[in-house]
Structures are given as C-alpha cells and as structure tokens.
C-alpha cells in the first residue's frame, strides 16, 4: 500500500508547480490552469488524508471543491473573454492600465 | 445501515434565505419582466435587504446551531450580518442613478449584489471551514464580475481579471491549508478543530503549523493586509465606484469575521504560535498604507491604500485577542462601514461620465460650490483619519487601548504614529475643498434622493456611533461571548 506521506509529497509537488506555474508564466489561460492544478492538489491532499484518518469529511470536502472550482472556470473565463474584446490578447504583461 | 437525518433548523439562516430568495425572484425578473417594470428591480432588493435586517434583529441574542452543526447562529454572526446589510442597503441605494449614468442599467448587477451578501453571511456563521470556503467562494465570485461589469471599459475588465485571478491563487492557499489542518486534527469542524489543539497544547505537528500559516495567507489576502495587498489599488481604480465602495467594506468584514472566529476560537490554543506573524503583519500593513497613500494623486486610489491601513489597525486589535480588543474589532468595523460607503458616495456623486473627477485636485474649491457636500465629506475624512467626535475616532481609541492594556505598547505606539500621519493625506482633501479655488467650471450636481438617503443615512451612522460609543461597544461585547 502507499503510504500517507508519498500522497502528501505528490500533492505538494503538484501545488508547487501551480504556484511557480501562477509566478512564472505570461499567458493568462496558462495562469488560470496553474490555478487549478493547486486546487487539485488541495483535492489530493484531502482525499488521502480522509482515507488514511477514516473519515468521509474529506471527500465530501473535496465535492464541494470541484463544484466550487466548476463556478470559478465559469466567471474566469468569461472574464478573460471580456478582456479579450477589449484588449486582443491574454498576455498577464499588457494588463498595465494602472500601476503605482 | 444506520441512517440519521440531520438537524436542519431553517430559522437560523432566515436572513441569508431571504436574501437568496430575493434574488433568485430578482434574476427571473430581469429576464422576463417589461422594462419599465425592471425599474423596480433595485427597490424590490432593498425589501429583501430590509426584511433580512428585521430578521436579524429579531433573532439578537438566540444561539444555535444547524445543518449538522455546519452553521452556527450567535450574535457574533449576527453582529456581522447587521453590517453587511447596512453596506449592501447603501451600496445599493448608491448604484441607482451611477449605474444609469453609466448606461449599464441591468438587473444583474442588484442580483449579484445581494448573492455576495449571502456568502459573506455565511461566512460570518460558519462553524465549519467548508462553510468558511463556501462562503469565501460565493461572495468572491460574485464581486469577479461585479468588478468588471462595465464591461466595455478596459480598466473595469482589467480590474476585474486582476482580482480573479489573484484571488483565485489566494484562494489555492486557503484550500490547501484546510487540507492540512484537516489532516491535523481529523477535523474541519471548528469546534472538533478547538477540542483536538487544546488537548494537546504543546504541538509542534508540522501539519498543523504550515496549515496555519496558509490559512492566514489566504484570509490576510482578502483582508487585503501587507504583504498580500497587492491587487487592492489597481482593482479599486478600476471597477466601478458603486462596486470599489462594496469591496472596501463586505469582503473586508467577512474575512476578519471569518479570520477571527478561526484564530481566536478554533486555534486560539496556538495563540503564541500565530500572534507574532499578526503582529509583523499589523506593522506592515498600517506603515505601508499610511505611507504609499500620501503619494497618491487618485482618490480611489488613495481610500485604496487607506483602506489597508485600516486593515492593519484592525489587526493591532487582533494582536490584542481580549475582550475589549475582539469588541473593538466589531466596534471598528460597523464605524468603518459608514464612513468609508460614505466617502465613496460622494465620490460617486461627484464624478459623472465624461468628467469622473477622480483626482484629488478635482476638489480643490469644491466647498464655495457645494458646500453642503464638501461638509459632509469632510466629516467622513475626519472619521477616518480619527478626528473626535467621530466614529473613526473612538474605534481606533478602543484599538489602541485594547493593545497597551493586553501589553502590546510598542505596537500601539506605532499605531499612534501611523494614524497621526494618516491625518496629512485625509486632511489635505479637506484642505483641498475650503482653501483652494477651483481650477475649473463645476457641471451642475442632481443628487438622486436615495443617495441623498445614502449619505444621510451615512452621515449619521458615523456621528452617532461616535457620539454614543458604549452603547454600540456594549452590543459588540455581547457578541464575543461565542469567541471567549
């Protein structure tokens, strides 16, 4: 059987590649993916732990997520196509209206 | 198999039903009814709000829980609820005649108003952290489109994009933390959560300290205290000010509601792990908005940076974690919500299409045109910058004295210094309206009468929770019995 701790290093490894992937890339679609990918991780971290702790929380915690995650690509992506009417691109970089 | 049917009890989220209720009514008819009977659609919203209003008011003083303990109902959630009712009222008796100026007349906009007021409710009640990310979810996805709904502007959409995505990656930290919490303590029940940390008060489980720490990433993100603020002034520049005035004040409220029900009752043994990272975080956050507001020339911009600073001085009270400095929280943030609605308000007003007046000189000489108005928004600069006898005031008086008293005095000397250089930037609007002439022709104001209601409403929200402070502290006091 797997153990607890390889689930949890999976899961860390998938939510540090969306962080980096958040940090480092330019194309918002991508941004928006790298999004997801840590909330996935969240998914796997519960998922695991409510299998080796024997509790149901986590999963259904982990339904809520994915119908929660569900409703955010709705909005996320209608907002990114709004800015694409306006603006003609998804570059993170040409989001420069206003700054400090 | 043993099947047990949960507790249900309706009665305790009668205000947020109601409120969802309105609005699903109002969405239906925004689609099928005449135009001339879409007019309505704003007044029929400030019903719902003002029958939930009663409803709370009615439910003062019961405690309970329901939905399988998912939800509690105390005064605590209902303190909370007053004040996001109080800001949706007035944000929507604000948006009237804007939203019309602006040629963007749709019934949407009241709908997803009052579903975001339905989710910072129930974050104010959760007794669960899937309630707490539910709740965080539902509000934050309806402000996304808000923030962009003038949607042919580009700095709205941008605003817009700005604060999903950020807040979307926030909300990633949030969620993992839960998980780690969870896989802590066995448990995303706050009381389970408290049970299983007091019983072990010496716990160094890594898990549950990183969980901690996410946890505190994510509520300070929405919170918008340094050094998670970053999207806070580009977002408030660009969406619409009816909207950036609804930001500042509902989202703000329901995180400390949330942030404060998890840290001072669910973790509140770990208190000596978590106080020294609020008490880095209050420092920053009241120094770097106090200090980058002055620079500012915009004054959305400006009550942006403003509004930081007021999330730091909140966190001093935090810090504090006794009686008067949880009350105080509570105290500070119903003053808060009048008088910074309000100076939004007369933002709104002041500016219309084509001439937005959002500068700061755009006030220079306003009191010889208006002087009315000009009054008016110099009470509310007044409050904020913490003038008696105002509600500003008596809030940060609470705070300050909250943080010496629970042997903070370093923290609420910096405080101290931070409010007396927030004076300069508050003051200099004031000193903009009465001793300067104006640099242009003022096109003539037609105030709306319900944002001459709004202000009003405002007005004397913010000199009667100064005038009268121990009655409105004392209502706060009996709130936090459910935290102590």
């Known amino acids: 059987m797997v153990s607890l701790s390889s689930y949890l290093i999976l899961s860390a490894i998938l939510f540090s590649v969306g962080v980096v992937g958040f940090l480092l890339r330019r194309n918002i679609i991508v941004i928006f993916m790298s999004i997801e990918l840590m909330l996935n991780a969240a998914n796997l971290a519960f998922v695991a732990f409510s299998r080796f702790l024997d509790s149901m929380d986590g999963q259904i915690f982990v339904f809520f997520v994915m119908a929660v995650a569900a409703a955010e690509a709705v909005v996320g992506l209608a907002i990114i196509m709004a800015m694409y009417r306006v603006k003609e691109t998804v570059n993170a970089d040409e989001m420069n209206l206003m700054k400090w | ?484």
């Not at chain 2, 948006?95 to 709908?111: A, F, M, T």
């Not at chain 2, 507001?293 to 915009?298: M, P, R």
């Open chain 2, 1 to 484: 198999m043993n099947l047990v049917i949960p507790e249900i009890n309706w009665s305790a989220i009668g205000p947020e039903l109601t409120l969802s209720i309105t609005a699903m009514v109002l969405l239906l008819l925004s689609v099928v009814a005449s135009p001339t009977a879409r007019r309505a659609i704003p007044y029929l919203s400030l019903l719902g709000i003002a029958f939930a209003l009663l409803l709370c008011i009615s439910l003062w003083g019961k405690s309970a829980y329901a939905f399988n303990r998912m939800v509690v109902l105390d005064n605590y959630a209902l303190f909370f609820k007053i004040i996001f009712l109080i800001t949706t009222a007035l944000t929507v008796l604000m948006s009237i005649r804007y939203l019309k100026e602006q040629g963007y007349e749709h019934g949407e906009y009241y709908v997803l108003i009052l579903f975001a007021a339905v989710g910072m409710m129930f974050m104010a009640s959760a007794a669960d952290l899937i309630i707490v990310f539910l709740g965080l979810e539902t509000f934050s996805l309806a402000i996304y489109v808000l923030a962009g709904f003038f949607r042919a502007q580009p700095k709205s959409i941008e605003s817009s994009l700005k604060y999903f995505l950020l807040g979307a990656f926030s909300t990633g930290f949030l969620l993992y933390g839960i998980a780690l919490i969870y896989g802590a303590t066995g448990t995303t029940n706050l009381k389970g959560i408290y049970e299983f940390v007091s019983k072990a008060p010496a716990l160094t489980d890594p898990l549950l300290l990183i969980g901690m720490g996410l946890l505190i990433v994510g509520f300070g993100f929405k919170v918008a205290s340094v050094p998670f603020h970053m999207w806070t002034p580009d977002v408030y520049e660009g969406a619409p000010t009816s909207i950036t005035a609804f930001m500042s004040v509902g989202p703000k409220a329901a995180g400390f509601a949330a942030f404060l029900r998890v840290f001072l009752y669910a973790l509140s043994p770990l208190q000596t792990d978590w106080i020294w990272i609020l008490w880095v975080l209050a420092v920053l956050t009241m120094t770097l908005g106090n200090v980058v507001a002055i620079a500012q020339k915009n004054i959305k911009r400006m009550l942006a940076y403003s509004s930081i600073a007021h999330a730091g001085y909140i966190l001093v009270a935090m810090v504090a974690a006794d009686e008067l400095g949880t009350a105080s929280v509570l105290y500070y943030m119903l003053a808060y919500a009048f008088m910074n609605l309000g100076a939004f308000g007369v933002i709104i007003l002041f500016g219309r299409k084509g001439e937005e007046n959002v500068n700061i000189s755009d006030y220079s000489g306003m009191a010889a045109k208006y002087p009315l108005l000009a009054a008016v928004m110099a009470i509310f600069m007044f409050s904020l910058a913490g003038i008696p006898p105002t509600a500003g005031f008596v809030g940060k008086f609470y705070i300050f004295s909250a943080a010496v008293k629970a042997g903070y005095i370093g923290l609420a000397i910096i405080g101290v210094l931070n409010s007396a250089l927030s004076v300069y930037f508050y003051l200099r609007i004031t000193v903009m309206m009465y001793m300067r002439s104006p640099e242009k022709e003022f096109a003539k104001l037609e105030p709306s009468p319900a944002m001459v209601i709004a202000l009003i409403i405002a007005v004397f929200g913010t000199l009667q929770i100064g005038i009268t402070p121990s009655h409105y502290l004392n209502l706060a006091k009996q709130s936090i019995l459910a935290l102590m």
